[in-house]
């Protein structure tokens, strides 16, 4: 990996490598940052490679939706703190028709990555977004976390707290929303005793970094 392959999770510059000044990776327009990079390999070693790095849960719906698969994931982070956000991608068939593309992002606050994927200027949800009844629910370890609506462009997009850290899910059309019409459940990979077979496909062109 090299330096160009990182970029700034909330706008996607370029960003400037640690220095004999400062210890952070840094955005021209947003200052210090987690810097993000693609996880290359779409297998079992790349997932490997997520779970090792990440300091956030790494989530996932399982099972997943008729038809969907696996495609890409991302970190936010470097190596000496770790990812301090994590995206999973996947792609399938829409409900209501035509392709539909999901973006799963877990993060620490301040990071802005989902707030970025969301089409927002973040960094997080937004004073008033966590408010009033949840529109929607995930299931985790036979727990329940409530998911709020956020206005975004051209697309669905959800935010609640999951594990101490937020969690966004955004949805390509608008439409595929309608997979939170009832509770997902969700695997966070990074638990122990986990073999899932899960099926890749080509990388989303949804995916950040």
Do not use: K, Y
């Amino acid at each position: 990996m090299t330096d160009t392959d990182l970029s700034c999770p909330r706008c996607g510059s370029h960003v400037m490598p640690p220095s004999a000044w400062s210890s952070a990776w840094r955005c021209g327009r947003h200052g210090d940052v987690h810097p993000l990079r693609q996880v290359r390999s779409l297998s079992r070693e790349g997932l490997a490679d997520v779970v090792r790095h990440a300091r956030v849960p790494v989530l996932l719906p399982w099972p997943l939706p008729g038809g969907w698969l696996v495609t890409g994931f991302a970190l936010a982070g470097d190596e000496r703190s770790g990812a301090r956000g994590c995206v999973v991608a996947l792609s399938g068939p829409n409900p209501v028709g035509g392709l539909g593309e999901m973006l799963l992002v877990s993060e620490e606050m301040g990071v802005g990555l989902g707030a970025r994927c969301a089409g927002l200027p973040g960094p997080d949800a937004g004073e008033g977004v966590v408010s009033g009844p949840p529109v929607a629910w995930v299931e985790l370890g036979n727990h329940e976390f409530p998911l709020w609506h956020v206005d975004a462009p051209g697309r669905a997009a959800f935010v609640g707290e999951v594990l101490a850290s937020w969690l966004w899910i955004v949805l390509w059309p608008d439409t595929a929303g309608t997979l939170l019409v009832e509770p997902m459940t969700l695997r966070d990979l990074r638990d122990p005793g986990q073999d899932l077979d899960l099926p890749f496909g080509a990388r989303s062109p949804r995916l950040p970094g």
